[in-house]
């Protein structure tokens, strides 16, 4: 879920709350606290694990909360996975540690342990797109036997790499695209869900089309992909969340609001997102 704010870059804390019950009233299945969509690289620590705790709160068991919980720092990260424990949230999702380019012996070692000093279910989370380190397939397998670690988003886009998880993972291990253009392809091949930015804008759209995948209609699928993939392939001309946050507010949700180093969205890219919110009924 995006964070959204107000012109000057302040949290909108009302405008927060507005859209846990939209997402519950559109069906959406779980709410991402503070993840990329989130603008987690702009929110200060204080406000990280506050927004955590307003959403539990808020949601009141209405749907799952899962919250961001990644670092570069393996000591944050377990800071972070134990606040949300105690805050309540379902489970929390960890980012591949960027900038420090670890080894992939690294990478497991971080969530090794992560997994023993936090009681918190972990999603995984690779998108070297902006991490630039990979967590390679033969990483994530070792890891899916630790306590704790229940299921990866791989926001790659890599439809041969899901399928080599699929046929390998251990059965309680979860697949989750992380990649909206991708997704129901992903589900297909046998990943559990999506985990979405097009999600904000259209949630009633993406649940139907999950399940779908889920349900193997493949008739469905063709039809509710093609509703989306014009949208889908506009929120990512530029960097997300700037996109999707103007998105959200066109349809009514929010203010718009960033902080630096993002910025407005081009007036270019803003006209065509506002001609497919208009064909999907959405403005």
């Not at 089309?209 to 209609?217: D, K, Q, R, S, V």
């Amino acid at each position: 879920m995006v964070t959204p704010m107000t012109p000057s870059g302040d949290i909108d804390r009302d405008a927060f709350k507005n859209l846990i019950d939209w997402h519950v009233e559109e069906g959406s299945d779980a709410l991402i606290i503070v993840g990329t969509s989130g603008e987690s690289p702009t929110i200060d620590f204080n406000e990280h694990v506050e927004l955590v705790s307003l959403a539990v709160d808020y949601s009141a068991g209405r749907i799952p909360i899962i919250a961001g919980t990644g670092g570069n720092s393996t000591k944050e990260a377990i800071f972070l996975a134990n606040h949300a424990h105690k805050a309540g949230a379902s489970a929390g999702l960890s980012v591949v540690p960027y900038y420090n380019k670890p080894t992939q012996e690294g990478l497991f070692q971080h969530y090794k342990a992560i997994s023993e000093n936090s009681e918190l279910p972990i999603i995984l989370y690779n998108v070297p797109g902006r991490t630039v380190i990979d967590m390679k397939n033969d990483t994530v397998l070792r890891l899916s036997e630790l306590q704790n670690i229940i299921g990866l988003k791989d926001a790659t886009g890599d439809i041969s790499r899901i399928t080599e998880l699929v046929s390998n993972k251990p059965e309680h291990f979860q697949i989750y695209s992380g990649d909206d253009l991708t997704a129901a392809a992903l589900i297909l091949l046998g990943a559990q869900a999506n985990i979405t930015v097009t999600g904000n804008v259209a949630p009633k759209l993406m649940h139907e089309l999950c399940f779908a995948a889920l349900e193997g209609n493949i008739l469905k699928v063709r039809e509710i992909n093609s509703k989306l993939d014009e949208l889908n392939h506009l929120l990512f001309k530029e960097p997300n969340p700037i996109p999707v946050k103007y998105a959200v507010h066109k349809i009514g949700k929010s203010q718009l609001g960033y902080r630096l180093p993002l910025t407005k969205i081009t007036d270019g890219l803003a006209g065509k997102i506002d001609q497919s919110l208009k064909n999907l009924n959405l403005i």
